[in-house]
């Protein structure tokens, strides 16, 4: 791929994701908007509808992807356990900067940017990558502040049920009327720019406070997850299209749920906030490179 090609890539991908974010940033500043409601809405209607749709609609065969689920669980595995001694010798709380090391922006952030980076057909492996990634959120991240977390709550069983509704229908190559097929797709094409302007609103909230761990937890989490990414590709051996997806997943910044996970569990929540808001920020210099590196397919 020629340099014009990367350059009109990055920029057509990055600029509108950056955009609607600041569009979102301001918003925030002015009304200051309730997030927690633009969030919930997001995580229990607009995104298991999202699922449902591209899971139904494409036929995605997850035989097609083991080796892409068996590489996001390795990134999400390897990046805890290649913080876990980092936080020993800093004496941060590993329960603090594990969980948001681990669990990145495959919301969001990934799923615009893939989107229009690399088209509709790249949106499979994503919503592959998402659901593992909310999978082992919903179960280990959430075990890990609390042993007697159940796997199936608000927050997760709506996403639980949209996959496997999706992979029914898919699978089983079911019709859904038009009538009722559309308004889903509608409902689905929500997430996206509401994802983006609800990290905008939520970007306001960035401090001063725990800059340090932040910007150490921005730099930390994309080169530990590039890494473990370039480690795995000989084994995994993914074809371009997945190999990009799996590029920007292991770029991607921690994930919002982190700091409602925090807040949650009274886990360092300003600090967590902190992680969250600048890996985000930061961002901006790591998904150019992460589409740099992606290959043409």
Known sequence: MSNALILERILGSVIPVLIIVLVGYAYGRWRKPNITTINQINMELFVPMLIFSVLASKSVDLTDYWPLVVGTIAVILGSGLLVWPFCKLTGIDPKTLIPPMMFTNTGNLALPLVLLAFGEAAMPATIVVFIVSQFLHFTLGFYILDRHAKVLNRISVPTILATAAGLLVGFTHTSIPSLVMIPMEMLAQIVIPMMLFALGVRMQDVTTNDLGVGF???????????????????????DPLQWSVFLVFAALPPAVLNYMVAERYNQEPTRVASIVLIGNIGAIFWMPIALALAPPF
């Open 216 to 238: 150490t937890a921005a730099i930390l989490c994309p080169v530990t997850g590039l890494a473990l990414a370039f480690a795995l590709q000989p084994f995994l051996q993914l």
